[in-house]
């Protein structure tokens, strides 16, 4: 991991560093910076991890992009908000797929931590065995106060091992890494926690399902027939529809469109709307008719692909 130990009073340095942590943080407005940041943190390709101070009159939106972003702001002078909802930044929060916008005045001591969203689903598969699982937030403060302590005291671990301690090791630190991502995921209302509560029974997938999923998976933006995913599994394609349908509850081209339709999502949010086009993206991953294409995206996302091009 890259550790980084700064203090400026620079407005730019200070949103490069916050960038660091989540990319589309962006300083909106911003008074003289006294006292500096004093900014402490950790970081490599899909996470990162920082504790810092600063003291200004400023006004910061914080957008998550394809991270899951967990946070912690406190200070006398704080307003924060997210999905037009004004909330408590002094306690746990998260944010996924939506900008949190924060406006400070005076000193604020914050952290915040973020995941790939890739690796928030993965994990969620991997502890509640549905390899199906999505994870979609529904509420942005912890699930409850025992939720909340475990995550406190599994930051505070984190904190020690990937600040202080001097004798870190790659290893300790992605235990590290581990320890805070499944804490996130126990502590925050999402469809994890709510498989969890309902106690749906884990089991792991058949071994041609998973080869399945993998061939689709690497060969989304390629034509794609179920011909070509029943030779990969090794299964007819009639046999493949029933193992697949059973151990997932979709079909093996549901599941492909699915794929393909979180990869246009990941080039829209990312694509400068100046230069790209919905119907550009949408034909790279094999979407012909727009129309079709607009109101499976809807019905997946809740917003049109126009929208996410713009935001």
Same mark, same amino acid.
């Given at each position: 991991?890259?550790?980084?130990?700064?203090?400026?009073?620079?407005?730019?340095?200070?949103?490069?560093?916050?960038?660091?942590?989540v990319p589309g943080a962006r300083i909106s407005r911003a008074d003289v910076i006294q006292p500096a940041l004093a900014w402490h943190a950790a970081s490599e390709p899909g996470f990162g991890f920082c504790d810092y101070t600063i003291g200004s009159t400023m006004l910061v939106e914080s957008d998550p992009l394809d991270q899951v972003v967990v946070g912690r702001i406190a200070g006398p002078r704080v307003s924060?908000?997210?999905?037009?909802?004004?909330?408590?930044?002094?306690?746990?929060?998260?944010?996924?797929?939506?900008?949190?916008?924060? =406006?400070? *005045? &005076? /000193?604020?001591?914050?952290?915040?931590?973020?995941?790939? $969203?890739? !690796?928030?689903?993965?994990?969620?598969? @991997?502890?509640?065995?549905d390899d199906t699982l999505r994870v979609r937030p529904t509420g942005y403060?912890?699930?409850?106060?025992?939720?909340?302590?475990?995550?406190?005291r599994t930051w505070e671990y984190a904190r020690d091992v990937l600040l202080r301690s001097p004798e870190r090791t790659p290893l300790i630190e992605q235990q590290a890494r581990t320890l805070l991502l499944e804490a996130s995921l126990?502590?925050?209302?999402?469809?994890?926690?709510?498989?969890?509560?309902?106690?749906?029974?884990?089991?792991?997938?058949?071994?041609?399902?998973?080869?399945?999923?993998?061939?689709?998976?690497?060969?989304?933006?390629?034509?794609?027939?179920?011909?070509?995913?029943?030779?990969?599994?090794?299964?007819?394609?009639?046999?493949?529809?029933y193992a697949?349908? =059973?151990? *997932? &509850? /979709?079909?093996?081209?549901?599941?492909?469109?699915?794929? $393909?339709? !979180?990869?246009?999502?990941?080039?829209? @949010?990312?694509?400068?709307?100046?230069?790209?086009?919905?119907?550009a993206i949408a034909a790279r991953w094999g979407f012909s008719n727009l129309g079709r294409f607009a109101a499976m995206y809807r019905g997946e996302f809740g917003e049109t692909p126009s929208a996410t091009?713009?935001?």
């Open positions: 991991m890259e550790h980084t130990n700064i203090e400026t009073r620079d407005a730019e340095t200070v949103e490069h560093l916050w960038q660091t942590v924060g908000t997210y999905r037009r909802e004004r909330i408590d930044t002094a306690v746990p929060f998260m944010v996924v797929d939506r900008p949190l916008e924060i =406006a400070f *005045t &005076g /000193r604020i001591a914050g952290t915040a931590v973020s995941f790939a $969203r890739s !690796d928030f689903d993965e994990a969620a598969r @991997r502890l509640s065995g403060a912890p699930v409850s106060e025992q939720r909340l302590r475990y995550w406190s126990l502590a925050f209302p999402t469809t994890f926690t709510e498989a969890l509560a309902a106690g749906r029974p884990s089991r792991p997938l058949p071994a041609p399902v998973r080869r399945a999923k993998a061939y689709v998976e690497a060969h989304a933006a390629e034509p794609v027939v179920l011909s070509d995913i029943a030779q990969a599994a090794r299964l007819s394609p009639r046999g493949l529809q697949f349908r =059973a151990a *997932t &509850g /979709r079909t093996p081209m549901q599941y492909l469109r699915r794929v $393909r339709l !979180d990869a246009a999502r990941g080039e829209l @949010r990312s694509a400068d709307p100046s230069v790209e086009t919905v119907a091009l713009r935001s």
